[in-house]
């Protein structure tokens, strides 16, 4: 089944914001001073489910995703759907 721009869409929406709750997550946890300003050194995770793994490497594949590793991937920056 083909991918669509809308399932793209829906999937990188999720993408960033399970990315953000994590970066988040990560930062909030003790022994992290905040104010030594160390921001959160995840930059890459895997997917969140709910989309299908032909979602993602076709993300990957128009560049809005970069694979890093096994079933990990990380955020372009600047590159969004308009």
Do not use: C, Y
Not at 19 to 28: H, I, V
Not at 35 to 46: E, H, N, W
Not at 50 to 73: H, M, S
């Amino acid at each position: 089944m083909p991918v669509t721009d809308e399932d793209m869409k829906k999937a990188l929406k999720a993408f960033r914001k399970r990315m953000k709750m994590t970066q988040l997550d990560e930062d909030s946890r003790l022994g992290h001073s905040p104010l030594t300003g160390a921001k959160s050194k995840i930059v890459s995770m895997q997917p969140p489910a709910g989309f299908g793994k032909e979602v993602w490497e076709e993300l990957a594949n128009k560049g809005f995703l970069k694979r890093d590793g096994v079933g990990f991937f990380e955020l372009v920056p600047g590159k969004s759907f308009s």
